[in-house]
């Protein structure tokens, strides 16, 4: 099934999801979406954007490095931040990286009112679908 497809029988899975991104964090490129409403593509191409900073920016990348280097360990190219949540106003976004291709994460978008473990649940369960798609 196409990556098109499963964003498209993920959003009715969350609750209250307004739209779904897949996102390669290394180049900051959208790889597809899926939305109950029209974003100007401005917008999305900034998410896309912003969720190659949230992950792996510098300021991210030295903290990831500093956990490093303080435990001792080699800088393998692991990452400590999985799972990232951010409560706007009106929405809930909700991140999660890729467990089998690291640089690309998953955006799933809510609204406010969604009960945010059912989300967070939800989301999580739809990552292997998401993942195997590609």
Same mark, same amino acid.
């Given at each position: *099934?196409?990556?098109?497809?499963?964003?498209? %029988? $993920?959003?009715?899975?969350?609750?209250?999801?307004?739209?779904?991104?897949?996102?390669?964090?290394?180049? !900051?490129?959208?790889?597809? /979406?899926?939305?109950?409403? @029209?974003?100007?593509?401005?917008?999305?191409?900034?998410?896309?954007?912003?969720? !190659?900073?949230?992950?792996? !920016?510098? &300021?991210?990348? *030295? /903290?990831?490095?500093?956990?490093?280097? @303080?435990?001792?360990?080699?800088?393998?190219?692991?990452?400590?931040? %999985?799972?990232?949540?951010?409560? @706007?106003? &009106?929405?809930?976004?909700?991140?999660? #990286?890729?467990? @089998?291709? +690291?640089?690309? $994460?998953?955006?799933? $978008?809510? =609204? #406010?009112?969604?009960?945010?473990?059912?989300?967070?649940?939800?989301? =999580? *369960?739809?990552? +292997? %679908?998401?993942?195997?798609?590609?």
């Amino acid at each position: *099934m196409s990556l098109d497809a499963v964003l498209s %029988q $993920v959003v009715p899975t969350v609750p209250e999801c307004l739209a779904v991104g897949y996102v390669d964090a290394g180049s !900051g490129m959208l790889l597809s /979406i899926r939305t109950v409403d @029209s974003h100007p593509r401005e917008v999305i191409d900034l998410v896309a954007a912003a969720t !190659g900073d949230l992950f792996n !920016g510098p &300021n991210v990348s *030295m /903290i990831e490095k500093m956990f490093k280097r @303080s435990r001792g360990l080699s800088d393998d190219g692991h990452h400590y931040f %999985q799972e990232i949540i951010i409560n @706007s106003d &009106n929405l809930i976004h909700v991140f999660l #990286r890729s467990k @089998s291709v +690291p640089d690309y $994460v998953a955006v799933f $978008v809510c =609204r #406010r009112t969604a009960n945010l473990g059912m989300a967070l649940t939800k989301a =999580r *369960m739809a990552m +292997p %679908q998401i993942e195997a798609a590609l």
